[in-house]
Nanobody
Framework: QVQLVESGGGLVQPGGSLRLSCAAS????????MGWYRQAPGKERELVAV???????NYADSVKGRFTISRDNAKNTIYLQMSSLKPEDTAVYYC?????????????WGKGTLVTVSS
């Protein structure tokens, strides 16, 4: 099972941008789906974005048009480019990998990286 390590979190002002990275300890080429979840204080973990091995992407309605997920198989890394950030985007962001069967079947989690959007 590959290990997933997130980076790139931090404090950003509303309207700003951040790019999160998730580096895998092994090849991600054969992993059907990888994505990002987030969990805000007092809330349940929610799916933010997922990218399937063929390149298809899905996003939560709350981030469509602002976030972009991408995957670099050569670097065994996925990214989440976040722009026009809002205070409600504040959360711990988790990288995930797993299968795809009419939805994301997560089998592996990273430890998370904190994103705080505040002035």
């Amino acid at each position: 099972q590959v290990q997933l390590v997130e980076s790139g979190g931090g404090l950003v002002q509303p309207g700003g941008s951040l790019r999160l990275s998730c580096a895998a300890s092994g090849t991600i080429f054969s992993i059907p789906a990888m994505g990002w979840y987030r969990q805000a204080p007092g809330k349940e973990r929610e799916l933010v974005a997922v990218i399937i091995s063929g390149g298809t992407t899905n996003y939560a309605d709350s981030v469509k048009g602002r976030f972009t997920i991408s995957r670099d198989n050569a670097k065994n890394t996925i990214y989440l480019q976040m722009s026009s950030l809002k205070p409600e985007d504040t959360a711990v962001y988790y990288c995930a990998s797993g299968g795809w069967n009419s939805g994301f079947r997560v089998g592996n989690w990273g430890k998370g990286t904190l994103v705080t959007v505040s002035s």
